[in-house]
């Protein structure tokens, strides 16, 4: 008890002993340190739901507009494949086909061209293991949904196919490693994924179109991402 008195005693001689100035600049100081701590203490809250924010992101990865799915119609049955030659078509016929494409559906024509190449090789009747058609290769069920009539006609076909590039473009917000890879492989695939599925021939697919279109200044203007990205599960065949 004494020692408590003398340390108030001291205590109280030592505040006496300081200038109306030393007593206002200590408040001063005070009330520095006061709303320095306030200041980290907001600042660390904002860190903290910064931090939360981004484990949430993390934790639930994106997904793309579930659209109705593109390859879901009937199977319509077209005609045969014509029996004559199936050579490839002329460069001047192919430039009228994209152009005309193009302009209908305001997608590149170098974008067009490409995909046609790798699906075709330019020729109008060709026709794949899995049924698909035609210079764009749509498979039936796919061109009924896109309003061709008649996949081995060269202009139906490939407007039909520049009309799935569009509806694939605006799906995956102009990406066109995911378009592509959709184009190949489907949407569902491509949804699963949510990026390049990992399938050798969609991987090899989109690589090869990519290669020829990255100095094409009219697809980075229409599909600014053309990087090839390799993730997610294995998308299978």
């Known amino acids: 008890m004494t ?33 320095s701590i306030a200041r980290q203490r907001r600042a660390l809250k904002g860190m903290a739901e910064s931090i939360a924010m981004q484990q949430r992101s993390v934790s639930r990865p994106p997904s793309y507009p579930r659209a109705r799915e593109l390859f879901a119609s009937p199977v319509q049955v077209f005609p045969p494949a014509p029996a004559t030659s199936c050579g490839t078509l002329p460069p001047g016929q192919i430039d009228e086909l994209v152009y005309d494409a193009a302009e209908s559906t305001s997608v590149a024509p170098e974008l067009i061209r490409s995909v046609m190449r790798q699906e075709s090789g330019f020729r109008p009747c060709a026709v794949s293991a899995k049924g698909a058609l035609g210079l764009m290769q749509l498979v039936p069920a ?5 309003g061709v009539a008649d996949a081995f006609d060269p202009q139906a076909n490939v407007l039909g196919g520049a009309r799935l590039l569009k509806l694939l473009l605006d799906r995956y917000g102009g990406d066109l490693s995911l378009t592509l890879s959709a184009y190949n492989a489907g949407t569902r695939k491509v949804d699963a994924a949510m990026s390049v599925p990992m399938i050798p021939e969609t991987i090899d697919y989109v690589s090869r179109i990519l290669s020829r279109l990255v100095d094409s200044q009219s697809v980075r203007d229409n599909a600014p991402d053309i990087n090839l990205r390799l993730m997610g599960s294995d998308g299978g065949k």
């Open 3 to 35: 020692r408590s008195l003398l340390v108030i005693f001291v205590t109280v001689l030592a505040l006496q002993a300081q200038t109306p100035a030393e007593i206002a600049r200590l408040r001063i100081e005070k009330t520095r340190t006061e709303k």
């Open 142 to 146: 796919t061109a009924s949904e896109l």
